[in-house]
């Protein structure tokens, strides 16, 4: 089975995709900015005994994803899988958005994913195997 991790994970789709990939097997780092927001998933888990191991990485921050890909490949091998998921909802009609807000879910929602697929992707290519998933979603304007 493969090695998964799942960006943004504490809710929603991420959370969803972390189990329905572990239910099928697959070992999954399940990461999120905040490890406190990953209850919900910590429970269905333990009831489940399914493979999921949450770990800490802010898909804003180079460190952080250098580190947590780093970690994730010492403590569980070379990603197999990565399902780039960690997205923020920006906002609001355009001329009543600042392009700071503009800036901060490009951020998260473009250069995030970016990020990840920086670090997981020369394993990849040396192995000659793996899979990305991009998951986006759109949000009408006002």
């Known amino acids: 089975m493969a090695i998964a991790l799942v960006t943004g994970t504490s809710s929603g789709i991420g959370l969803a995709t972390a189990v329905a990939l572990a239910r099928a097997g697959h070992t999954v780092v399940a990461t999120m900015r905040n490890l406190n ?84 992707i020369p394993s990849m290519r040396e192995r000659r195997k793996g899979t990305i998933v991009n998951i986006t979603s759109i949000a009408p304007l006002g």
């Open 37 to 120: 927001s990953g209850a919900e998933l910590r429970k269905i888990a333990a009831e489940e005994k399914l493979p999921v191991h949450l770990a800490a990485l802010d898909v804003d921050d180079d460190a952080s994803v250098r580190d947590g890909f780093l970690k994730a490949v010492e403590q569980h091998g070379p990603i197999d899988v990565l399902v780039n998921n960690a997205g923020i909802l920006g906002g609001g009609p355009v001329e009543e958005t600042t392009l700071d807000q503009f800036r901060q879910v490009m951020e998260t929602n473009f250069f995030g994913g970016l990020r990840c697929i920086k670090a997981v």
